[in-house]
């Protein structure tokens, strides 16, 4: 038998796939494209190149080399996105820290990564300070400003370099090598609801697959929710969490203008959509209702600006209310350890135009809007039940999502028991609850955590939250499962009103009653009135979903 | 030192790059989806995958496993989409085998591939006759039939089945495992200008990778010379030719309906664009010119529909003629040994509206429409002198272009000599010189051994073609370099009129001494009125393209 393998001739180049080749076009084609920090700081791909070139040979001369892993804490930057690129290129570990985290927790982080070397704004220092000494192996570091970079700030900490001085100083002429493309190229960490932070780390050829998967599923509708290369991109997902969804890297391989808004403050946030026109960003569903209370009654315009909504669902009122103003909204959906991007709600062919003959806002739009959406290309996205069989594609039978792709993350860092737990019978398991509708669209229910199974039945805690927050005076609730002798659990609701309304538990009640008489939702799903409870305020996690885990504490 | 490299979990699933995994989302979402062969056969993706499953059971009855090579003699047909499948997801390697070529090439081309076994259209029984005592191991024969599968086709070849009858008998439940994405997935020959066709092999991770930079260069554009979720595929380049340059890969894995047109017969595929409203599709210039004629003074409304040439050079004159027939015309760049795109004449952002403004038959867009255009991302593409360093990006210094991706060829089968020819220095070598604009954009200017070098200067072929052909009453021409002692060559036009015209020599030498006044081309590129001959026929190899090396013959 012949050998089936293609073999190479000795000169030929056996193309790994790197982070480095996404630059490759984007300095052919774009070299003259613009990036800009808060609309300060401007400067063209080119530029960006010289400075990869310069803070590989800073790294370098501190010591980075293959193996290496070099720790970044910043908001999103032109730097940040420098380091997206020339710590992977140098065969280095980018780790992007979540600065919102816990001062213990990111602690916990930096030691369990083995960063070596820090690169922080200096807006994070009394924050590093105070952790230092639990670090166990102090790693060097470099301090980014924003102001003059000659300003001395007062420190106790033993700062190595001023990343801006020492830049300048640096050659832009590193050379970027070749190495096996399942070279780890960045590493951060998911908190998730129990237990300690865990490291989830993606290879170089996970973060070009990832790229490429997402910028043809993006580009390729006739029209709507799509990317295209006259954008102008923003992220509103920040860079340290989970690569800001892999936009950057699409951004730059497509040669996309790019608005890097630094921590986000709304109203920056919308003037740099105004003054830098920006078309494209992505963010979790509270930051979209920010930006929305941020433009109310003013002049901002928010027409033409697409934004893909994700970390949680994102619900049918906030979907209307930014339809209302002329925003493309639509959901996708991934976490963490998926790349995170596995499936995008973009509409089924033919359906964009059926909607430009209607109102934009009509339910149907609505509906598809808020899904899950269509798995992306190479991604083998199913919902099972427990025996691992597919449900039935009824919209209604419900399961798991279980996920096979290219790009998701093969394993936890240093955890192997959580690692086998994830991908358990060989498919990644999302912990997330979907049904799968008949022309393959998912619709994410809840968390398997999250649910409410209550006298025999499952009851969606999103889509209740979602029903609630309809009701006139509602800002946002929380729906968790409190344990009951005779049920199991019964769903409670947690709600903060809005500013000045009075809105009343009778009201909410009065409206979930109605939908279940109308067979909307089940009889079982609507909270007594002693379950139906007002908050000042609700908690959320470090990346702005609702924090369900403290709910629970503070109820039991 | 931490170990650079990811590591996976016991049970992850490290999905290898394989040609089924392009089928998933198609199944998923787009089950329901048409294929159709002539408008006569018409079934769904769903049928599809059960019919790859079935040809696989039938082809594993017949002996073919890993590392077996299968060869197809057939025009564009469901079938033929059939076999892009299953063969290569059997481990199996697809031979497409070019049916253009002399019957004694095609029997060279059968020894050299080892190929087990071969499906034919019955349409090539005769040919197969002629060819079945030169084959060294002659394969197992199955037989397709366009039509009643159950009439005898009176043949002295030992026909192992028909295709219909046996694949109708055979499960659709076979088991596609996993394996090396290194596996070959396909083979073809291609035939160079001298010695034996050579063999080009792609393997599975090289055919999905060409798939996925495609698909997300083809779908980016913002509007014009692009491909999206909602067009209709047709192609028009043949599926023995370099995988129909990959498209059909990618129809698939996008979920677009597909309109496989048979043997080309420029009626039927101006009758198919009609009534199957086909929106896409590409092919060489050829085609294209007798489709333009086709239409001639014909009812068929050619507007909408996205035409991708390659190749051979796109002209001005004929780039304007399908402009004009609102066919929205744009080259792209490649070789049966780099996937084969590598660049497409996509206008750069902003350019299609300032376009829109205008005439789409602007001098600027005919020009950008011509050219190689920018590199898909992923492709190194360089223009070299002969010390390989790269040309000065000014739009006038050629050189050769190299190339880099992960997805070109690794080496030629079974020629190492030439293998490392094509790889010397470690990029492989197109022998087509091109010029760098300044914008990144490449634009070809000859075949390295098509170029003229006459008194110390090189004259394009192609450039000097092209401004024959705009001359009236010209159909097409052939500019060859013939020796001459004064000069070291000379170029020689070979010119086929239209019919009834009776375009003289002195006239086509007027206008190219009026543009050689005008500085358009040099001096030296104007033919003696001598060296302008006028055939009654141009030769063309078995691609459509010009056969210089036939003229050459003939002029030596």
Redesign the interface.
Known sequence: ???????????????P?LVK??L??AL????KQQITYRGETRYSYADLRRRIGQLASMLSSSGV?????VAVMDWDSHRYLESYFAVPMM???LFTVNVRISPKQIAYTLNDS?AQVLIANAEFLPLLEQIWGSLAHPPLLIVARDDDCSVETASSLPVACDYELRLSMSSSDFVFGD??E???AVLFYTTGTTGDPKGV???HR?V??HA??T??TL????EGQR????DVYMPITPMFHVLAWGMPYIAV???LKIVLPGRYEPHLLLRLKQTEQVTFSHCVPTILQMLLDGARGDSFDLSGWKMMIGGSALSPGLCRAALDRGIDVFAGYGMSETGPIVALSQF???AMHAEADKDAGTDESVRRRCMAG????????RVVDGDMCDVPRDGRTQGEVVL???F?T??YHGK?EA??A???????HSQDVAVMHP???VQIVDRIKDVIKTGGEWVSSIEIEALINEVPGVQESAVIGVKDERWGERPMALVVRRPGSAVSVATIRQRLLALAEASRISRYAVPEATRIVFLDEMPKTSVGKLDKKRLREWID
């Open positions: 038998m012949p050998d089936p393998l293609v073999t190479a001739t000795p000169s030929a180049y056996d193309y796939l080749q996404l490759v076009n052919a084609v774009s070299a080399k293959a193996g290496t892993t065969g280095a570990t083995g190495f096996d399942r070279t780890r780390t993606y290879s996970q070009v697959l490429l998967a910028a043809a580009a390729s509708p006739r990317l295209h290369r006259e391989m497509l040669g089924p062919p033919g269509r798995p992306v290309p190479m991604v083998d996205l096979r792709a290219p998701l093969l394993g192997p690692s086998e994830l991908w358990a019978g060989g498919y990644l022309d393959g669209y």
